[in-house]
């Protein structure tokens, strides 16, 4: 079974949370993980990495707080597990300087996994946060992107 990390499922929360709310609308981590009932440290982290995206903004002090800062048009599913988690990988064998394997020579997985690896990248990198958290019901896939020819 394929899962998305617990950290993406944080992160859509707290984009969810901003979008259903008006644009400048400030919220601290914890109101954010009291309402979705998620853990701090895991959501505060992914805020975090979300700032440093220039996604949120974030104000200490007094009325401080995060606020979402770009359209969630402009952000795909590929640029936030990338921010949250790193890169994609669906084999650890893929990343160049970490082929250790005594079987690289005759292994029948490295082909398939960098295929699968290279098209669920371009499956994320075509869908818009906007389509995950805003309830719409017009999340596409292109058909021929998601059929596996191994």
């Known amino acids: 079974m394929f899962k998305i990390d617990r950290k993406i499922s944080y992160a859509l929360y707290v984009l969810g949370y901003f979008a259903s709310h008006k644009i ?72 160049a300087k970490l082929i250790a394997c005594d079987s690289v020579e005759n292994c029948q997985v490295l082909d398939p996994a960098a295929k699968l690896s290279q098209k669920v990248t371009q499956l994320f990198a075509k869908i818009k946060i906007s389509e995950l958290v805003n309830n719409q019901d017009s999340l596409q896939c292109d058909d021929n992107l998601v059929k596996l020819e191994i």
Request: aromatic share 6%.
């Open 24 to 95: 400048g609308h400030k919220a601290s981590a914890r109101e954010i993980c009291n309402i979705h009932n998620t853990p701090f440290d895991a959501t505060s982290r992914a805020m975090q990495q979300m700032a440093q995206k220039g996604w949120l903004h974030s104000a200490r002090g007094v009325g401080g707080g995060y606020s979402l800062q770009v359209n969630l048009n402009t952000i795909t599913f590929l640029e936030l597990s990338e921010a949250v988690l790193g890169p994609i990988e669906m084999a650890k064998c893929l990343r």
